[in-house]
Protein backbone atom coordinates (compact mmCIF):
# COMPACT_ATOMS: atom_id res chain seq x y z
CA UNK A 1 0.00 0.00 0.00
CA UNK A 2 0.97 3.18 -0.72
CA UNK A 3 2.43 5.68 2.01
CA UNK A 4 0.30 8.63 0.75
CA UNK A 5 -2.89 6.08 0.78
CA UNK A 6 -2.02 4.62 4.13
CA UNK A 7 -1.26 7.60 5.72
CA UNK A 8 -4.78 9.31 3.87
CA UNK A 9 -6.66 6.60 5.65
CA UNK A 10 -5.31 7.12 9.09
CA UNK A 11 -6.66 10.90 8.67
CA UNK A 12 -9.76 9.69 7.32
CA UNK A 13 -10.25 6.89 10.62
CA UNK A 14 -9.10 9.38 13.17
CA UNK A 15 -11.98 12.31 12.16
CA UNK A 16 -14.22 9.74 11.83
CA UNK A 17 -13.79 8.55 15.38
CA UNK A 18 -13.55 11.92 16.28
CA UNK A 19 -17.08 12.78 14.39
CA UNK A 20 -18.93 9.96 15.86
CA UNK A 21 -17.65 10.53 19.47
CA UNK A 22 -19.36 13.89 19.00
CA UNK A 23 -22.45 12.20 18.12
CA UNK A 24 -22.80 9.81 20.47
CA UNK A 25 -22.92 13.15 23.19
CA UNK A 26 -26.75 13.44 24.13
CA UNK A 27 -28.80 15.12 21.60
CA UNK A 28 -26.42 13.30 18.48
CA UNK A 29 -27.37 10.66 16.41
CA UNK A 30 -26.53 7.48 17.53
CA UNK A 31 -26.74 5.13 14.67
CA UNK A 32 -24.81 7.25 12.27
CA UNK A 33 -22.45 7.45 15.37
CA UNK A 34 -21.83 3.43 15.51
CA UNK A 35 -21.93 3.31 11.70
CA UNK A 36 -18.87 5.68 11.80
CA UNK A 37 -17.20 4.32 14.15
CA UNK A 38 -17.58 1.10 12.78
CA UNK A 39 -16.33 2.23 9.33
CA UNK A 40 -12.99 3.58 10.95
CA UNK A 41 -12.00 0.42 12.63
CA UNK A 42 -12.87 -1.34 9.19
CA UNK A 43 -10.31 1.03 8.03
CA UNK A 44 -7.92 0.65 10.92
CA UNK A 45 -8.09 -3.35 9.90
CA UNK A 46 -7.93 -2.65 6.77
CA UNK A 47 -4.60 -0.77 7.58
CA UNK A 48 -3.27 -3.76 9.74
CA UNK A 49 -3.72 -6.40 6.68
CA UNK A 50 -2.38 -4.13 4.54
CA UNK A 51 0.69 -4.03 6.07
CA UNK A 52 0.84 -7.87 7.14
CA UNK A 53 0.77 -8.99 3.63
CA UNK A 54 3.59 -7.14 2.68
CA UNK A 55 5.68 -9.32 0.85
CA UNK A 56 9.15 -9.42 3.08
CA UNK A 57 11.87 -7.19 0.92
CA UNK A 58 14.90 -9.99 2.74
CA UNK A 59 14.95 -12.61 5.11
CA UNK A 60 15.44 -16.07 5.15
CA UNK A 61 13.81 -18.27 2.23
CA UNK A 62 11.02 -20.21 2.74
CA UNK A 63 11.70 -24.13 1.07
CA UNK A 64 8.44 -25.42 -0.28
CA UNK A 65 6.66 -27.87 1.59
CA UNK A 66 6.91 -31.48 0.81
CA UNK A 67 3.94 -32.82 -0.87
CA UNK A 68 1.93 -35.62 0.37
CA UNK A 69 3.09 -38.22 -1.72
CA UNK A 70 6.48 -38.55 -0.98
CA UNK A 71 5.90 -38.10 2.57
CA UNK A 72 2.46 -39.80 3.57
CA UNK A 73 3.68 -41.24 6.98
CA UNK A 74 2.57 -44.84 6.24
CA UNK A 75 5.80 -46.18 6.38
CA UNK A 76 5.42 -48.54 3.72
CA UNK A 77 7.75 -50.36 0.93
Known sequence: MD???RQKLKELSTSMQ?????LALP???TDISALMSGIA????????????S???RSG????????I??????GGD
Open 69 to 74: SESDGS
Open 41 to 52: VTLEALLVIAEE
Open 60 to 67: PSVEPATS
Open 27 to 29: GGN
Open 54 to 56: KTP
Open 18 to 22: TRAAE
Open 3 to 5: DDL
